[in-house]
T-cell receptor, first 113, second 115 residues
Framework: GNSVTQMEGPVTLSEEAFLTINCTYTATGYPSLFWYVQYPGEGLQLLLKATKADDKGSNKGFEATYRKETTSFHLEKGSVQVSDSAVYFCALSDSNSGYALNFGKGTSLLVTP | GAGVSQTPSNKVTEKGKYVELRCDPISGHTALYWYRQSLGQGPEFLIYFQGTGAADDSGLPNDRFFAVRPEGSVSTLKIQRTERGDSAVYLC?????????????FGQGTRLTVV
């Protein structure tokens, strides 16, 4: 079956540091890949996505590239801000599961001034 | 516009009781999903509706859990004979159509506590 593994947190960084959150997946088909974010006190929201191999998703300075050869979708940001403090979830979906999302466990990020 | 609305936001119930959790999706969204999120975990899929019918209920943990969407809009997740292990945040999401890359919009969730 499908599964997503992401690095465990919490991750603590100073403002302007470089961020990488690793995500790898297992899938039988050709999934779409997502990063969702949950800010404190808010609901889950889509951060970025990629629907096929070698696609790069980007939003708010975050990027992730769909790497089929390494089954990875690592999240990166060159310079984090305090406002980026949140929990980040890697997820996949494919037609076999009705496009329901299969999430990783989440990675908590705390950015300090 | 209005997002996905879930009520109640919090529910405390006694073990063995019956509970109903409501989800009001974004107007026009045909796909609706229920997830359960336990502390420190990612959301886990429970059930998916396309229109009025449950297209995939493979994530429901047992027959105490049931969900309906009678008119293809509002959905209710029903839990019978609640157990302490049912305590979690129940999330609802909706989307315009099924297809690779379709964005799902999430509600704020219902935090269920079984005491």
């Amino acid at each position: 079956g499908n599964s997503v593994t992401q690095m465990e947190g919490p991750v603590t960084l100073s403002e302007e540091a470089f961020l990488t959150i690793n995500c790898t997946y297992t899938a039988t088909g050709y999934p779409s890949l997502f990063w969702y974010v949950q800010y404190p006190g808010e609901g889950l929201q889509l951060l970025l996505k990629a629907t096929k191999a070698d696609d790069k998703g980007s939003n708010k300075g975050f990027e992730a590239t769909y790497r089929k050869e390494t089954t990875s979708f690592h999240l990166e940001k060159g310079s984090v801000q305090v406002s980026d403090s949140a929990v980040y979830f890697c997820a996949l979906s494919d037609s076999n599961s009705g496009y329901a999302l299969n999430f990783g466990k989440g990675t908590s990020l705390l950015v300090t001034p | 516009g209005a997002g996905v609305s879930q009520t109640p936001s919090n529910k405390v119930t006694e073990k063995g009781k019956y509970v109903e959790l409501r989800c009001d999706p974004i107007s026009g969204h045909t796909a609706l999903y229920w997830y359960r999120q336990s502390l420190g975990q990612g959301p886990e899929f429970l059930i998916y509706f396309q229109g009025t019918g449950a297209a995939d209920d493979s994530g429901l943990p047992n027959d105490r859990f049931f969900a309906v969407r009678p008119e293809g809009s509002v959905s209710t997740l029903k839990i019978q004979r609640t157990e302490r292990g049912d305590s979690a945040v129940y999330l609802c999401a909706s989307s315009t159509l099924t297809g690779g890359g379709t964005e799902a919009f999430f509600g704020q969730g219902t935090r269920l506590t079984v005491v």
